[in-house]
């Protein structure tokens, strides 16, 4: 006693690559393979797909002239935010910021109030800046520095059509998109707690500038380490992930197939048609 068994398939495989330039930058490789294999005489077919794509910064995000604008620089040094960033680098590098720019006795600690935060000098009250309420300048404007806009999507999927079961459809595809490097337009704060909760060499904390220590007439310090000007513009910022998973069944049948009496008057009947799709 034995059993044979053949299976017949069909396949179908396409790609495309080519390399992308921009004046500006490195020339990126995009790339596209796709493939499609049909079984069982295509009652199954599996499919999927790999693409790299990029998006070249457009003329206005690279070239946009400045121009004068205002902002809150939501100061991650101040007061309101220093303890707002746990697990960062916040505190460590607004203590480290402030003793480059003149006050080498800058600590974290609570002062007489009793509130915690920056102390720029002993006896001090807490750093609290006018600028996390009150509008600085900044100039706005393109960003020749701009890096491509980068996307990776993965598909993969299959379409089940039984013949045991006649007009019965079943279709299953994952999804998976991520996108890197997304050109963007944050807002001041951005880069102002990009730079103190990563690193102080971050291309973020150019986008800046603090005074050190402001003498008074009588030789004593009033104050200082304000952020007093900035930049800010088009950022490759942005970071998108989809992941989704789409399914669909749909059984379609002739009415006349569903009812006992098909004929009447010895002809055939056309009852219409019922298509049920989720």
């Known amino acids: 006693q034995g059993a044979y068994r053949r ?13 992308l330039g921009n004046a ?3 020339s990126v490789p995009t790339y596209s393979a796709g493939a499609t294999l049909a079984m069982f005489d295509e009652q199954l077919v599996v499919r999927g797909n790999y693409t790299r794509s990029v998006r070249q910064p457009s003329i206005v995000e690279l070239f946009s002239p400045f121009a004068a604008a205002r902002g809150l620089t939501g100061d991650p ?8 960033a746990p697990g960062t680098n916040r505190q460590a590098n607004c203590i480290a910021d402030a003793q480059a720019l003149g006050f080498p006795q800058a600590t974290v600690g609570t002062d007489s109030a009793g509130d915690t935060g920056l102390i720029l000098a002993p006896g001090d009250l807490v750093f609290n800046t006018p600028s996390v ?12 520095n701009l890096n491509f806009e980068i996307a990776k999507s993965r598909t993969a999927g299959f379409t089940l059509q ?3 079961v006649p007009g019965l ?45 402001q003498p008074a007439t009588d030789g004593s310090v009033i104050g200082g380490y304000d952020i007093v000007e900035g930049t800010t513009g088009f ?6 992930e989809l992941q ?15 009812v006992e009496f098909i004929k009447l008057g010895g002809g055939e009947n056309d009852w219409g048609n019922v298509s049920i799709q989720t």
């Open 7 to 19: 299976i017949q398939a069909r396949g179908e495989s396409d790609s495309v690559s080519e390399m």
């Open 24 to 26: 500006l930058s490195d």
């Open 77 to 84: 040094c101040d007061v309101t935010n220093i303890n707002d």
């Open 133 to 144: 309420i009150a509008s600085i300048p900044l100039l706005a404007g393109g960003n020749p």
């Open 162 to 164: 039984p013949n045991a």
């Open 169 to 213: 459809v079943f279709r299953a595809d994952w999804i998976d998109i991520t996108i890197k490097d997304q050109i963007a337009q944050p807002s001041f704060t951005f880069f102002t707690e990009t730079c103190f909760d990563t690193s102080l060499t971050a291309p973020e904390c150019e986008n800046f500038e603090r005074v050190g220590p």
């Open 235 to 240: 950022g490759n910022t942005g970071f998108i």
């Open 244 to 258: 989704a998973l789409q399914a669909q069944i749909r059984y379609g049948f002739d009415v006349a197939d569903a």
